[in-house]
């Protein structure tokens, strides 16, 4: 199975950046990141298709957050800008290793690796 590792989170001041990484050991069709806070269900935030664009996000994020990659190198990034109090989150990696496609992948089933996740906060 394809294993994932995402870095890259840490404390910022509101209205700051910080960008996340994901490594997959192997091939993948479309890779994604999830962010979830206790007591929520995991909360999709962007995806990105190798074989389709552009990507998608999450309303709450359109404009401020990025989502890029490198499908050769199995890498994808989630750049985050203007960051608010409501953004602090374990910020998870998914990647789709499975199912070749040009959709996007919205909800965390369609996924079948995911990171260990990264914490992302945000102080006011």
């Known amino acids: 199975q394809v294993q994932l590792v995402d870095t890259g989170g840490g404390l910022v001041q509101a209205g700051g950046s910080l960008r996340l990484s994901c490594a997959a050991s192997?091939?993948?069709?479309?890779m994604g990141w999830f962010r979830q806070v206790p007591g929520k269900e995991r909360e999709f935030v962007a995806t990105i298709s190798w074989s389709a664009s552009p990507a998608y996000y999450a309303d709450s994020v359109k404009g401020r957050f990025t989502i890029s990659g490198d499908n050769a190198k199995n890498t994808v990034y989630l750049q985050m800008n203007s960051l608010k109090p409501e953004d602090p989150a374990v910020y998870y990696c998914a990647a789709d290793s499975i199912s070749y496609g040009s959709s996007w992948r919205l909800t965390q089933y369609e996924y079948d690796c995911w990171g260990q996740g990264t914490q992302v906060t945000v102080s006011s």
């Open positions: 192997g091939r993948t069709y479309a």
